[in-house]
């Protein structure tokens, strides 16, 4: 068994060592707003907070956050009150399919915290997540107004 | 997103339902209800397609028949509605049509259902001509594709609809107060009578109005007096997009729900021949492993064990008549194709060989380019349960009606045994068009012989190994220009053609012109991708045309201009693509611009891309412009939005995209080596919008069409190398300096 406290509340979980946290989340806890994209670490879809930092959790074994803290997209909101990320998004009509946005937002959360007002270039550099769609503009144009706000 | 009874879909027109009003109103442009009823409604059988429903509570639920996958349908088709009606927006919601027959023309359904391989019913392949057709596979069936949402069933539903209940409410309230119709005003969800103060809202007003029949011929309001078309309005789907609360495809979760994961024969057309299933079932969670004639599927208590599981099997393929296939041979197969006589004839005006034959200098050039995936965010998957002889289905797709009938047909159940929920689309881009739904396929096949509910689920990498490509496509292009810098002949052959009908089209004026096409020169499973046969045409055509303009030594735009003289709209986009971006002042040092121009499903749209060669050799693309007339806008922020989205989605096919083949299989296995454009690489982008008032057009698929030309124009007119084979990537310009 091991334990992983996901947005605040600690939960224990019978997964083998090797299984990625990703899964443990989707498919054992049933916190899917974390997406599956690829499996590999390349698109970002599944990204999630591990003691604040942007961790790809499809290629993360869930072992290794016993311990830290996990945020997912569902822990962002404080009650009913959204992550000004959130608000953002929102305010930008960022998402088209929607599919990559908690993976994106997480990366934004991420970003904010280690450069609060975040210039065009480190934007660049941490949002590296794959778009299918393409609204880059609009989560660029979100990630400054929140940083604004 | 609510739900919708089956016992409010009842009445041939209009009805009480749950205490309001529910208007259904046929759609079919061509034709009055009368009409749309002999071809396909049954006695007690309702002719609906689009339909709202008002409630005592004054709300106002508009029913889409169409699915929601980022392009923002379900907030601008009520849009449309709303408007019409004089609803008030703060009390319009949405709901998707269920996957019911009660939500489709009978008629034409059945034509189209009783043969699922696509053809056309009889009575539909006459004179009728395309948007007739396609609004009736659209509306009608619930296809979400050929961005069709809006300019047909918004144009020729979803408006009319909202009239016609409003004419309805206001028959309504003079008969209530005794007074003309023609003296009540309405306007945000309320009736009024001025002169004797009378008022009502709605709601109030809407059980009486349902015993009116509908009316057929409403006029429309004129554009000056929208007041919700046209603003920027939130979209319904966002919210949840933020918070993780949608629940797409991937995320359905039942009690007790098992998961599978699939490997189908890894070359094209094979059979799976022997497994040993013992590897996998020695494996922890695993519970069954299921045997498809073409595939093989370990099903377990979730996803990854199952991944797992599945990688511990070797199965024997029987790899069937494609196993020799390359891209090479089939590239080479393409070539030879177009060499052979009998090829089909799109069109032809003037005497296109005549004028090659006559002509002192021919331009010739040969373009190709390769197989692309769809590669959505959300991997292909289906959930299904089967209980009895009952089966319910969960998953996003691009018509409702089709998968419900096809996972019917798949279990060998009647229709009205199987339910279909939709759940959000994590992307579509063609891939979940009911002609390709093989994973739902084999999602009930999966469902037949496992014990509860299953979600089967495609790997990144079974998904990108076994789509329905962007198909590869070849193409010989030859012209003649005049002494005085003009097109006399523009002759287009290319390997294979599918839609839409404008997309080997342009609107140059040349006297002799003709496209020629092969078909069956695609081995793989291939169908539409977004923009369709603009992403190759609009290449060729838009390449092409740069090499007549530089082989007549001029301005590839005034080249342009000079041939679209008796195209007023084209003509007015391509100059503001122009003005936009400073095409007459330099580009700034390093860079270069393109220009490309292309009428896409009713839209008009110019690009100007901006390119710098890297000092790693690789183009980039700084900055494009986009000028676009789609006749009217519905939403603008969701309009620019897909315009730009489009543009990227094209983009990462120009630079970067290619499926290729060996063996017989797919080389090109997750975003590793199947690169998309990311937030670094995405160019400024800039759309201005013209609205002339012409027939709406799509929002969808334009931004797509012309950007590979744009770009491959721009690094010729800054490297001097032309690059006739995509993607870009794969080209040599050496090691520029323009990198940002």
């Known amino acids: ?149 | 997103m609510g739900k919708v009874t089956r016992r409010l879909v009842i009445f041939g027109g209009a009805a009480v339902a749950g205490g309001g009003l529910l208007v259904g109103y046929a759609t079919l442009p061509w034709q009055t209800l009368d009409r749309a009823r002999q071809i396909g409604a049954r006695e007690g059988e309702t002719l609906v397609a689009t339909w709202v429903r008002i409630g005592k509570d004054n709300s106002v639920t508009v029913i889409v028949p169409h699915s929601e996958m980022g392009q923002g349908v379900h907030t601008s088709l009520p849009m449309m509605l709303a408007e019409e009606l004089d609803a008030d927006w703060s009390l319009v919601r949405m709901e998707q049509a269920p996957a019911d027959m009660a939500f489709a023309n009978q008629g034409l359904a059945r034509g189209f259902l009783d043969d699922l391989t696509g053809s056309v019913p009889r009575f539909l392949s006459g004179p009728l001509d395309f948007v007739a057709r396609k609004t009736a596979e659209a509306m009608n069936l619930q296809t979400t594709g050929g961005s069709t949402s809006v300019r047909f069933t918004g144009v020729a539903g979803m408006r009319r609809t909202g009239a016609a209940a409003r004419a309805m409410l206001v028959k309504a309230a003079a008969a209530a107060w005794g007074v003309d119709e023609a003296s009540i005003t309405t306007e945000n969800s309320r009736l009024v009578h001025a002169a004797s103060g009378k008022s009502a809202t709605y709601g109030e007003m809407a059980e009486a109005a349902a015993k009116f029949d509908v009316p057929v011929d409403v006029p429309l309001k004129p554009r000056k007096d929208y007041k919700i078309v046209g603003k920027p309005i939130r979209r319904f789907d966002i919210p949840a997009k933020v918070d993780g609360s949608a629940v797409y495809g991937l995320d359905k979760r039942l009690p007790g729900m098992r998961f599978a994961v699939i490997a189908a024969s890894p070359v094209f057309g094979g059979k799976l021949k022997s497994v040993d299933e013992k590897p996998a079932l020695a494996m922890r969670g695993v519970s069954q492993v299921v045997k498809l004639e073409d595939a093989v599927v370990v099903v377990a208590d979730n996803t990854w064990r199952a991944k797992e599981a599945l990688a511990a099997l070797s199965p024997v393929w029987d790899e069937g008549a494609n196993a020799g296939l390359t891209s090479a041979s089939i590239i080479a197969g393409m070539d030879a194709a177009l060499t052979k006589d009998g090829l089909s004839e799109e069109y032809a005006s003037g005497d296109v060989d005549a004028a090659l034959a006559g002509a002192k200098k021919v331009v010739e050039a040969r373009y190709v380019v390769p197989y692309l995936a769809h590669a959505p965010m959300e991997v292909m998957n289906t959930t299904v349960h089967l209980e009895g002889d009952r089966l319910s289905v969960w998953g996003g797709f691009q018509d409702g009606l089709t998968a419900r009938v096809l996972a019917a047909k798949t279990a060998g159940l009647p229709v009205d045994n199987v339910t279909l929920n939709h759940t959000a689309m994590g992307g579509g881009f063609g891939r979940r068009l009911p002609d390709y739904m093989d994973y739902l396929v084999r999602a009930v096949k999966v469902g037949l012989q496992v014990k509860g509910p299953v979600q089967l689920v495609y790997t990144r990498e079974e998904d990108m190994t076994h789509g329905f490509f962007r198909h590869a496509s070849v193409a010989r292009m030859r012209g003649v220009v005049d002494d005085k810098g003009r097109v006399t002949a523009f002759l287009n052959t290319v390997a294979e053609r599918h839609d839409p009908p404008e997309a080997g089209r342009f609107n140059y004026a040349i006297p002799n012109q003709a496209m020629r096409y092969a078909s069956g020169t695609n081995p793989l499973p291939w169908g539409a991708w977004r923009s369709v046969d603009h992403t190759q045409l609009g290449f060729f055509i838009e390449t092409f045309m740069d090499e007549l303009a530089h082989a007549a030594g001029q301005d590839p735009h005034a080249f342009r201009r000079a041939h679209l003289a008796s195209a007023p709209r084209h003509l007015a986009v391509l100059d503001l693509a122009a003005e936009m971006s400073g095409w007459n002042t330099p580009a700034p040092a390093g860079r270069a611009r393109g220009i490309s121009i292309r009428e896409a499903f009713g839209t008009i749209i110019a690009q100007v891309a901006e390119v710098s060669i890297g000092a790693d050799g690789l183009p980039r693309v700084h900055r494009v412009w986009s000028a676009v007339d789609p006749g009217e806008v519905i939403n603008p922020a969701t309009f620019t939005a897909q315009i730009e989205g489009g543009t990227i989605f094209g983009l990462s096919a120009a630079l970067h995209g290619a499926i290729t083949v060996d063996k017989g299989r797919v080389v090109e296995q997750n975003f590793t080596d199947y690169e998309m454009v990311r937030m670094a690489d995405a160019p400024v982008q800039v759309v201005k919008v013209i609205e002339s008032g012409a027939a709406t057009g799509g929002a969808g698929e334009p931004g797509t069409a012309p950007i590979a030309a744009a770009v491959g124009n721009a690094l010729f007119a800054l490297t001097g190398v032309r690059v006739r084979a995509l993607p870009f990537r794969l080209a040599r310009f050496g090691a520029g300096e323009g990198a940002k």
């Open chain 1, 1 to 149: 068994m091991i334990t992983l406290t996901i947005n605040g509340k600690a939960h224990s979980v019978d997964a083998e060592e090797a299984m990625p946290l990703l899964w443990v989340l989707r498919d054992i806890l049933n916190f899917t707003g974390t997406k599956y994209g690829c499996g590999v670490g390349a698109c970002g879809a599944c990204t999630v907070l591990v003691d604040g930092a942007a961790v790809r959790s499809c290629s993360y074994p869930a072992v290794l956050a016993q311990g830290k803290a996990i945020t997912t997209i569902e822990g962002l909101a404080d009650g009913g009150t959204l992550h000004k990320v959130q608000q953002a998004w929102i305010d930008a009509q960022a998402p088209q399919c929607g599919f990559c946005q908690s993976g994106q937002i997480m990366a934004a959360v991420a970003l904010l915290k280690e450069k609060p007002q975040p210039t065009d270039e480190d934007i660049d550099a941490a949002m590296t997540n794959i778009c299918r769609c393409g609204a880059y503009a609009e989560i660029r144009a979100a990630i400054h107004a929140a940083a604004k706000g």
